[in-house]
């Protein structure tokens, strides 16, 4: 199984960047995905999930309303658009694909490499 993020980048405060996560070597449709980050020096923590479908979302309170997941699963890819992005939204962000839509990094059985996100102020 392979989970290859893509997308990151170095922004100014109130841009746009859009991740990427390709999917390979499991049955993509059959996996709830989700978003997760880590800041240096501290833990990593939920951005956001979406369902097998893609019918059901959630999203941490620190993103509501500027990030938007999605997937499709013909491509068997899911995607992170982040919009009027803060400083503190600078992490590296992890895509995985799990068993339930949860924020509990615990569900999760399999894990991309991250890719670096860095808002500048």
């Known amino acids: 199984v392979q989970l290859q993020a893509s997308g990151g980048g170095l922004v100014q405060a109130g841009g746009s960047l859009s991740l990427s996560c390709a999917a390979s070597?499991?049955?993509?449709?059959?996996?709830?995905m989700g978003w997760f980050r880590q800041a240096p020096g501290k833990e990593r923590e939920f951005v956001s999930t979406i369902s097998r479908s893609g019918a059901t979302t959630y999203y941490a309170d620190s993103v509501k309303g500027r990030f938007t997941i999605s997937r499709d699963n013909a491509k068997n890819t899911v995607y992170l658009q982040m919009n009027s992005l803060e400083p503190e939204d600078t992490a590296v962000y992890y895509c995985a694909a799990g068993r339930s839509t949860t924020k509990t990094s615990g569900w999760y059985d399999y894990w991309g490499q991250g890719t670096q996100v860095t808002v500048s102020s």
């Open positions: 070597g499991l049955t993509f449709s059959g996996y709830d």
